[in-house]
């Protein structure tokens, strides 16, 4: 089977593009020999360890290298890249990691494949709320047309296949693949105490990923006299300023660390002792996952598709989303007890190798392609 993954990558990689490209490792892996892999990205891609992996692997790439254009050239350059690729035949199957990618590439896609597949990471309507009007209008609109163009979707959680269904009625095109983790980059977990109980947030800097929330709960427990926390941020967005400022208004200074945006994310996930999900809207929770695959404990919000990674006290602690309080009290519940942090991050462990592998993701949507090319 031949398959085109179409991630852009224009400035960077988003978590939706970095879980297509796991499952393409998944697809390398489990299917070796009989499934045929070439995506078509920007060089920007290549800073992930992914894409490093997946050429290992053996997949082709096909690399736009003009990303500094304007987005109406960009998207026009890559769908002529992808046309380029009918020189070795047509695909089986062209699988976009974002709708914004379907929606502007779809006329060169239909052309270069027998079916067209995508894979859904969030709700432009909860992500755009803060965004210009048109804006908002642009992204819903692209939303919903991709799911009407795509021949079959593939929701990232079960929340966000509810989701889909309720919005576009679809039901029968759209199917739950949960995202994968490369549990092989966060599997080793070993880390040394440096004599601080070491919390940690990686995200996007934007206020639905509930930055803030962390912040605010940190300062609970310090004024509990809770002693050594630290907490480390790694990620960046619109919301760094807003938050370095609260975090000096909230006197964190020397509690807090503001790493920006970091290729080696393991590193961190490997060094902490609690890894915080504090989001107000999440389809999935990536970094949840990607602990457990660490083995380390996790506090979410009980929103989105958190829930199908944690289960409450057996793969992380859950709180009500908003609540700063509760979640502070389930950090000191964690605190406390490195004989429950043990626990809940062998648990987890298991659950990510078990459930949420490059290859048992690949396992789920190779049953999609088949079932999209035999309609």
Same mark, same amino acid.
């Given at each position: 089977?031949?398959?085109?993954?179409?991630?852009?990558?224009?400035?960077?990689?988003?978590?939706?593009?970095?879980?297509?490209?796991?499952?393409?490792?998944?697809?390398?892996?489990?299917?070796?020999?009989?499934?045929?892999?070439?995506?078509?990205?920007?060089?920007?891609?290549?800073?992930?360890?992914?894409?490093?992996?997946?050429?290992?692997?053996?997949? %082709?790439?096909?690399?736009?290298? +003009?990303?500094? &254009?304007?987005?109406?050239?960009?998207?026009?350059?890559? @769908? =002529?890249? /992808?046309?380029?690729?009918?020189?070795?035949?047509?695909?089986?199957?062209?699988?976009?990691?974002?709708?914004?990618?379907?929606?502007?590439?779809?006329?060169?896609?239909?052309?270069?494949?027998?079916?067209?597949?995508?894979?859904?990471?969030?709700?432009?309507?909860?992500?755009?709320?803060?965004?210009?009007?048109?804006?908002?209008?642009?992204?819903?609109?692209?939303?919903?047309?991709?799911?009407?163009?795509?021949?079959?979707?593939?929701?990232?959680?079960?929340?966000?296949?509810?989701?889909?269904?309720?919005?576009?009625?679809?039901?029968?095109?759209?199917?739950?693949?949960?995202?994968?983790?490369?549990?092989?980059?966060?599997?080793?977990?070993?880390?040394?105490?440096?004599?601080?109980?070491?919390?940690?947030?990686?995200?996007?800097?934007?206020?639905? %990923?509930?930055?803030?929330?962390? +912040?605010?709960? &940190?300062?609970?427990?310090?004024?509990?006299?809770?002693? @050594? =926390?630290? /907490?480390?941020?790694?990620?960046?967005?619109?919301?760094?300023?807003?938050?370095?400022?609260?975090?000096?208004?909230?006197?964190?200074?020397?509690?807090?660390?503001?790493?920006?945006?970091?290729?080696?994310?393991?590193?961190?996930?490997?060094?902490?002792?609690?890894?915080?999900?504090?989001?107000?809207?999440?389809?999935?929770?990536?970094?949840?996952?990607?602990?457990?695959?660490?083995?380390?404990?996790?506090?979410?919000?009980?929103?989105?598709?958190?829930?199908?990674?944690?289960?409450?006290?057996?793969?992380?602690?859950?709180?009500?989303?908003?609540?700063?309080?509760?979640?502070?009290?389930?950090?000191?519940?964690?605190?406390?007890?490195?004989?429950?942090?043990?626990?809940?991050?062998?648990?987890?462990?298991?659950?990510?190798?078990?459930?949420?592998?490059?290859?048992?993701?690949?396992?789920?949507?190779?049953?999609?392609?088949?079932?999209?090319?035999?309609?």
């Amino acid at each position: 089977m031949r398959v085109a993954a179409v991630i852009p990558a224009k400035g960077g990689v988003t978590g939706a593009s970095l879980a297509v490209a796991h499952i393409m490792l998944g697809l390398l892996s489990r299917f070796r020999g009989k499934v045929d892999v070439t995506l078509v990205t920007s060089p920007e891609a290549l800073n992930y360890p992914v894409f490093r992996r997946l050429r290992e692997k053996g997949a %082709k790439f096909a690399l736009f290298r +003009l990303s500094g &254009l304007p987005s109406s050239f960009y998207w026009f350059f890559l @769908g =002529v890249l /992808l046309l380029s690729l009918l020189r070795h035949g047509q695909f089986h199957v062209c699988h976009f990691s974002t709708p914004k990618a379907l929606f502007y590439l779809w006329p060169f896609a239909k052309i270069v494949s027998h079916r067209i597949i995508l894979s859904l990471e969030g709700y432009p309507p909860y992500e755009l709320s803060d965004a210009r009007p048109i804006q908002r209008m642009i992204g819903i609109l692209a939303w919903r047309f991709s799911i009407e163009l795509a021949d079959h979707v593939a929701a990232c959680s079960e929340w966000m296949r509810k989701v889909a269904v309720k919005d576009s009625g679809h039901a029968g095109k759209i199917s739950t693949v949960h995202n994968p983790v490369d549990v092989e980059r966060f599997a080793e977990a070993a880390s040394k105490s440096n004599g601080h109980f070491r919390l940690l947030v990686v995200a996007r800097l934007h206020r639905v %990923k509930g930055v803030d929330l962390a +912040l605010r709960a &940190l300062r609970n427990l310090l004024d509990r006299n809770t002693r @050594g =926390v630290m /907490l480390t941020i790694v990620g960046d967005g619109p919301e760094r300023a807003r938050l370095k400022k609260l975090a000096r208004e909230l006197e964190l200074d020397e509690y807090v660390r503001f790493e920006g945006v970091r290729y080696d994310v393991e590193d961190f996930v490997k060094q902490a002792d609690v890894v915080l999900v504090p989001s107000r809207y999440e389809p999935f929770g990536m970094v949840a996952a990607e602990a457990g695959a660490a083995g380390k404990p996790v506090v979410a919000s009980k929103t989105g598709g958190l829930p199908e990674i944690v289960e409450d006290g057996v793969t992380g602690l859950l709180f009500e989303t908003e609540n700063v309080v509760m979640l502070a009290e389930k950090i000191s519940q964690l605190l406390k007890s490195e004989e429950d942090r043990k626990f809940i991050g062998l648990n987890a462990s298991k659950k990510i190798f078990a459930c949420f592998s490059p290859e048992a993701a690949a396992e789920k949507m190779f049953r999609v392609y088949l079932y999209a090319l035999r309609q």
